[in-house]
């Protein structure tokens, strides 16, 4: 089956890191004997490609200097800083629809797959027009949230968009009881997961205990909630030790340095800035429990699913997490994790300490993790999903 990906952003070279999961998914389905390929937009005048094997059709919109609305940070971030901004979005849409239109009367596909409705239905929409395939979309989360607490004038697009699509998905149950307020169609749970490195789909065999670090990972913004994880350290007993390593950058870097700095845990927390893959699985390998502080940020918007903690409990390393989004999917309390209430230090500083003080608790947790990755986030079980997903639309 020939399967076309609308999508926001793909990765510009093979070494540029963007989108691991979306890569990973479409590598896998080529490997199941799928042949996908990828709709994407121009990233500074950037033409069609050939990228892990597959042809990705890239669609241009503004001149080269300023076609940036994507890829290197989201486009909802972007165009809220600028007027330039506030503009390309109407070009973005006018771009994708005339190349799309030309794209599938040229070629013919079995399934169109639109990933981020906002605004991609549209380019599938018209793709069905002009080719007769079938359309699935998946809805991720954000673009609900943005809709509801921001861009309420959108809301009839987001019943448009199910409306006219054939099948309808989400990437967490979390997501699917939030579309419903959209749509009447069912909903179909099919997450995504990562690329495990190593023998094993089902986790590393690491669980031993690996001394007092905390570690967490991802871009420092509002919604990862790093500073409510910084004053739960400086609540931890000094005789813990305990020491945070926060992996990532983001726009929040200086201010959070700024607290830690005055925090009472001053002098055992660490900022890497941004890591590679190799630095991020030593931190893994090193850390002795992860958190995940997620929050619903001032714009509505939180974690769509949390990829980290399925990589840390791959690492065999026990995860606290907030009970926000979709991390519900991944963290079943006391069982494959903690999970605590959001914007909480308190809370945060008692799991974090149960974790580092409490060996069977550590151990039941860190094996419970591993059976659900293998039962729930197995890339097999996720690919056989979409492939009867797509004969059915047939």
Not at 58 to 63: E, I, K, T
Not at 314 to 322: D, L
């Amino acid at each position: 089956m020939r399967i076309l990906h609308i999508v926001t952003s793909f990765p510009r070279r093979e070494d540029d890191v963007i989108t691991p999961w979306l890569v990973e998914l479409l590598k896998r389905q080529k490997a199941a004997g799928l042949e996908p390929e990828v709709f994407a937009p121009s990233y500074k005048g950037l033409g069609d490609q050939i990228m892990f094997g597959m042809t990705v059709h890239r669609f241009r919109y503004f001149p080269r200097r300023w076609e940036d609305l994507t890829h290197d940070e989201m486009a909802v971030d972007r165009i809220s800083r600028s007027w330039l901004y506030k503009l390309l979005p109407a070009f973005y849409l006018a771009g994708g629809v005339r190349a799309i239109w030309r794209l599938c009367r040229r070629n013919r596909y079995d399934a169109v797959h639109v990933h981020w409705p906002l605004p991609h239905a549209a380019f599938g929409w018209v793709a069905r027009l002009a080719s007769g395939a079938r359309v699935v979309t998946t809805f991720y989360g954000a673009e609900l949230r943005w809709v509801r607490h921001s861009l309420p004038w959108l809301a009839g697009f987001l019943r448009w968009s199910a409306a006219v699509s054939d099948r309808v998905t989400a990437i967490s149950t979390f997501t699917a009881r939030e579309l419903r307020e959209y749509t009447d169609q069912p909903v179909e749970v099919i997450p995504y997961t990562i690329g495990f490195p190593g023998n094993s789909e089902s986790g590393i065999q690491n669980s031993e205990f690996k001394g007092n670090e905390i570690l967490t990972v991802g871009r420092l913004v509002e919604r990862k909630g790093v500073r409510y994880l910084i004053e739960a350290c400086g609540l931890l007993p000094d005789t813990l030790g305990a020491r945070l390593v926060i992996a990532g950058g983001g726009p929040l870097l200086q201010e959070l340095k700024g607290q830690a700095a005055r925090s009472a845990a001053a002098g055992r927390i660490e900022f890497t800035g941004l890591v590679t893959a190799g630095e991020l699985d030593r931190r893994y390998r090193g850390a002795a429990v992860y958190v995940q502080p997620a929050i619903v940020d001032s714009r509505g918007d939180t974690e769509m699913l949390g990829v980290v903690l399925l990589e840390a409990m791959h690492h065999g390393v026990p995860v606290v997490g907030s009970e926000v989004g979709g991390i519900t999917d991944i963290i079943i309390h006391d069982k494959t994790g903690l999970l605590v209430p959001e914007k909480d230090p308190a809370a945060l500083a008692r799991a974090i300490e149960s974790i580092l003080t409490d060996k069977s608790l550590r151990d039941r947790l860190v094996d419970n993790a591993r059976k659900h990755l293998a039962d729930g986030f197995d890339w097999d079980t996720i690919i056989k999903k979409w492939i009867t997903l797509y004969v059915s639309m047939r």
